[in-house]
């Protein structure tokens, strides 16, 4: 069930989609939907879980275990490769799902926060990992670059699925790569 629900929130939005929409597309029935989620908002919470765990856990090619130059640059274009993949057609799910959710669902914006919080702390352990080894100038924050990468993956995610062309989000990309190149010693 949730990774049907994944897959219709991330094409069509929470919003979008509707519970007997996911209970036809998994085979399952109400019974097994209230027993286990209560909720569509639970189903939701369920399925942020999910993503987060198989992100977390090295089961999806966005690649947050950056450790070099190289893994960075790797990074921005596993998403790049992902949106080709879709045909341009879909943006991160976190982001979508995210987009959806209103002001009174503070359990589901906490799976977000949590999710952004964790993937920013990954990326600022890299930065701060490299400024230690005297691999970026002293004045660089790491804090910033990771909230830099982080805006321009969704950003140009978002652009890239609006505009059906990865030319906004590739030249982002470099520039922000050409920027970061350049606090390097």
């Not at 450790?67 to 080709?84: A, H, P, T």
């Not at 987009?99 to 926060?113: A, E, F, S, Y």
């Amino acid at each position: 069930m949730i990774s049907c629900a994944l897959e219709l929130f991330h094409t069509q939005g929470v919003n979008a989609t509707s519970v007997d929409q996911i209970l036809m597309r998994s085979g399952t029935g109400k019974g097994q939907f209230s027993h286990y989620f209560k909720t569509k908002e639970g189903l939701v919470h369920a399925t942020l879980q999910f993503i987060h765990e198989a992100i977390k856990n090295g089961q999806t090619p966005t690649g947050y275990d950056v450790k070099s130059w190289k893994d960075l640059d790797k990074w921005f274009k596993n998403y790049i490769e992902f949106q080709r993949a879709t045909h341009l057609e879909l943006s991160c799910p976190v982001g979508t799902i995210g987009n959806d959710i209103t002001n009174d669902q503070d359990l589901l914006r906490q799976d977000i926060r949590l999710f952004l919080e964790w993937a920013r702390a990954q990326l600022t352990r890299f930065f701060s990992d490299k400024k230690a080894a005297g691999e970026l100038v002293s004045t660089a924050k790491p804090e910033a670059l990771a909230d830099l990468c982080m805006t321009v993956m969704q950003g140009g995610m978002l652009l890239t699925k609006i505009k059906r062309d990865p030319d906004i989000f590739e030249n982002s990309i470099s520039q922000t790569l050409a920027y970061i190149k350049s606090l390097r010693k």
